[in-house]
């Protein structure tokens, strides 16, 4: 049975923190084997990107102690920021002492649209669309029967007019296509190149553009949690004062755009790093979430924090998540394959609730630095490593200049330099 509480993990040895991962999830050590290898080949980039000369790789982190809808959850994180993956992994012990995470999702419904230009009368080619929409759904419906089979296939057919734009007035077609577990870009892109001709028939209108769109805002996840106040206290701060300032700092966001747009891209930093673990499109995943921040007319934060009936902290966090678990790098990438099998999920939903209750996660973590002891005291102490390697160290040195770096609240490559000099010409 897998479990998410892994205590000492940090302090493991690195080949011993797989062996302990693999046992945690219920794996063969082997299973995981590509997380320490370099995961994808140089032969395997040729085919997936154009002009390839190798690989680039990320630091691959395990988010621990979550708890999501019941189920006890490895998290793979790939990232390169320091403490985003230790936060995640705090806040998200502290959630699970309220119950862990409840998430939801909607159908897995993406949006195509098809640009129909060059016509005399918006209204009758509307009209002329609309009449024949359980035909046009019928012919998107033969695209792909194996995913008709599974239970997808085209839902609805919406007409959109544009009456004042910089080109004049024009329609756009709205396919709404269920995908099932993949993310979809390609299913929905066919769909919208099959519709076209007869879009053009009917209308006697010219098709341009035919594609679909990331703001996925038929394809929700959401997630909750409450985190008991007492939890909250930590040092000179109580459960109070911790709860309150959360809340206050959560209120700057939902005012501001300016600061939206830090507190949101905190969201991001858990949920892009679980999609590109997986292998998933973070930037179809970016765009959505904006998007959708704007979606009132005004950019606002994402999630929501505030006060439940007995006093105990609550938040929310809904946004798009189109990612699939079937199909793109998903099946390609041996790392993403590797982090999907340790996850154990089942479907696209289930993975797209864990990613949103990482998104809140870290932005918990990161309201709860802000509103106590700031964000650097936590942040610099983990980049400090960074910093030390930069300027040379190895070995032993690194958590020693790190440690120093610290201490002198100078976590700069300068002053790295010149105490490591002063070690080396020491001995």
């Known amino acids: 049975m897998t479990t998410s509480r892994l205590p000492g993990f940090y302090n ?251 507190h949101n891209k905190g969201i991001m930093n858990g949920v892009d790093a679980v999609v590109i673990a997986t292998g998933n499109d973070w930037r179809a995943i970016e765009a959505g979430a904006h998007a959708y921040a704007a979606r009132s007319g005004r950019y606002t934060s994402l999630s929501t924090w505030g006060r439940d009936a007995d006093g105990n902290l609550s938040g929310s966090l809904e946004m798009p998540m189109a990612v699939g678990t079937v199909g793109g790098a998903t099946r390609v990438h041996p790392t993403a394959k590797a982090a999907l099998k340790m996850m154990g999920v089942q479907s696209a939903a289930e993975l797209a609730g864990i990613i949103v209750s990482v998104g809140l996660a870290q932005n918990l973590a990161a309201l709860r630095a802000l509103a106590t002891e700031g964000i650097q005291r936590g942040h610099m102490s983990l980049h400090a490593r960074q910093v030390a390697i930069a300027a040379g160290a190895a070995g032993e040195e690194i958590e020693k200049l790190a440690a120093q770096l610290v201490a002198e609240k100078t976590v700069r490559i300068d002053r790295a330099e010149a105490i490591l000099k002063s070690w080396r010409q020491s001995t």
């Open 12 to 262: 493991l040895p690195l080949d011993e923190r797989l062996e302990r991962l693999a046992e945690a999830a219920g794996l063969p050590p082997s299973e995981l084997a590509p997380f320490l290898a370099l995961g994808l080949s140089a032969e395997q980039a040729d085919h997936m990107v154009e002009n390839a000369v190798g690989t680039h790789n990320l630091p691959l982190g395990i988010g621990l102690n979550f708890v999501v809808n019941g189920q006890e959850v490895l998290v793979p994180m790939a990232i390169e920021e320091p403490s985003v993956v230790a936060g995640a992994s705090f806040m998200a012990k502290l959630v699970r002492t309220g119950g862990g995470f409840n998430a939801e999702t909607t159908a897995p419904e993406m949006i195509g649209q098809i640009q129909v230009l060059d016509l005399a009368d918006l209204s009758l080619g509307r009209q002329a669309i609309l009449e024949k929409k359980a035909d046009l759904l019928a012919e998107v419906d033969e695209i792909d029967p194996v995913l008709k089979k599974l239970g997808g296939g085209a839902r609805d057919l919406e007409v959109h007019t544009f009456d004042e734009t910089p080109i004049g007035p024009f329609l756009v077609v709205h396919i709404i296509y269920d995908v099932r577990d993949a993310m979809g870009a390609n299913a929905v892109n066919t769909a919208c190149e099959r519709l076209a001709p007869h879009l053009e028939a009917l209308t006697g209108g010219r098709v341009h553009l035919r594609i679909l769109s990331n703001l996925a805002d038929r394809r929700l996840a959401s997630t909750r949690c409450t985190i008991p106040t007492q939890q909250l206290s930590f040092g000179e701060f109580s459960g109070e004062q911790v709860r309150d300032g959360i809340i206050e700092a959560w209120a700057f966001a939902a005012a501001d755009p300016y600061r939206a747009a830090t």
